[in-house]
């Protein structure tokens, strides 16, 4: 009996998801015993046209990094739809928008004169600029167009089941692996993580009280962290409370809070509006001008709250149709 077959490709990304298959050690080689890959840029040489050969559905699974962006990476989320069965999100970009999403902030404008005319890095007086397409002595160069607005994948594409994470744990991706080789999958549309919150698997809930009223929030830099107690009861602002769990606490347990990159629970529609709810009424006090100086530490709230998710945030849309 032939072996499935996988495909493994990234979008706008910053390679950490394709990083991880490797964390999966001597695990990795059962899987590779078990799967044939048939595209994996990283790792192996396919290109384009060996994808475009294969039969619509003939890959078993494909994962895909990274969001969407380019007129390329939409391409090559349609042709990688096309011809898979189970199309999985895979990591924070592709599963919200993740880092690049908070790109959306901006206009395409900004950030491309940004890039190529404003750093103090870049030498360009004749504000040139990558063109789209460009007629040279050898024939026409093409390059990729860029949208007004970066995307998640199910956003361009259906999506099957969703791997979340920056990037994905490796126990999650090792219990992936197995439920697709076992065909042993939940409905189409889960989110391949446990459905509760992250306090919820943490080490130090014991220590979370259940009041709590913050009157300013710290940043790690700023104090002596105690390695046992609540992060958020240290005054941290952790998401814990807000996102998902399946990373068994690590952040936590190297002192870092939670930045929330495993997404919402299925009970949350929007993880940076329900986090900025769940820890706002945590400020002791409803003055505003305290309100600003318990928040006078949080130089970036969208990049604190949504930064993994302005591209699904209904709150973006709001703003981007305002
Ligand atoms: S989810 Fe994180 S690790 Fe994966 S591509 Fe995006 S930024 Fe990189
Ligand atoms: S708020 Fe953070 S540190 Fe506190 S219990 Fe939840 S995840 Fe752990």
Redesign the pocket.
């Known amino acids: 009996m032939s072996k499935p077959k996988a495909g493994f490709y990234?979008c706008a990304?910053?390679?950490?998801?394709?990083?991880?298959v490797v964390d999966l050690a001597e695990d990795l080689l059962p899987v590779v015993d078990a799967i044939d890959f048939v595209f994996f840029p990283l790792a192996m040489d396919f290109k384009r046209q060996d994808v475009e050969a294969l039969a619509d559905g003939e890959i078993t699974v494909c994962f895909i990094?990274?969001?969407i962006r380019s007129s390329e990476q939409l391409g090559m989320a349609e042709l990688l739809r096309r011809k898979s069965k189970i199309l999985i999100a895979?990591?924070?970009?592709?599963?919200q928008g993740?880092?690049?999403g908070l790109a959306n902030l901006y206009d395409l404008e900004s950030i491309l004169e940004t890039a190529f005319q404003q750093t103090p890095s870049t030498d360009n007086p004749g504000k040139t600029r990558p063109l789209p397409q460009i007629t040279v002595a050898g024939g026409k160069l093409t390059l990729p167009t860029l949208d007004e607005s970066v995307k998640s994948l199910d956003q361009v594409v259906e999506v099957d089941y969703y791997l979340p994470?920056?990037?994905?744990p490796v126990a999650l991706l090792k219990a992936a692996v197995q439920a697709i080789l076992s065909g042993n999958l939940p409905p189409r549309g889960t989110v391949l993580a446990p459905d509760k919150a992250l306090c919820k698997e943490c080490p130090r809930l014991d220590s979370k009280p259940d009041e709590l009223l913050i009157t300013q929030f710290k940043r790690p830099h700023e104090i002596e962290i105690d390695q046992q107690k609540c992060l958020l009861a240290q005054g941290l602002l952790c998401l814990g409370p807000a996102t998902r769990s399946g990373c068994q606490a690590a952040c936590i347990a190297g002192n870092m809070p939670c930045t929330g990159?495993l997404g919402p629970t299925s009970r949350t529609r929007d993880q940076g509006a329900a986090a900025m709810g769940a820890l706002g009424s945590l400020i002791e006090s409803t003055e505003e001008d305290q309100i600003a100086s318990a928040l006078e530490n949080l130089p970036d709230p969208a990049g604190t709250f949504f930064r993994?998710s302005v591209p699904t945030s209904m709150m973006f849309r709001k703003h981007q149709n305002a």
Do not use: R, T
Not at 13 to 20: F, L, M, R, T, V
Not at 165 to 168: D, S
């Open positions: 990234w990304s910053c390679g950490g998801c394709e990083e991880s990094n990274g969001a895979y990591g924070s970009c592709a599963h993740g880092i690049p994470g920056c990037p994905p990159c993994y």
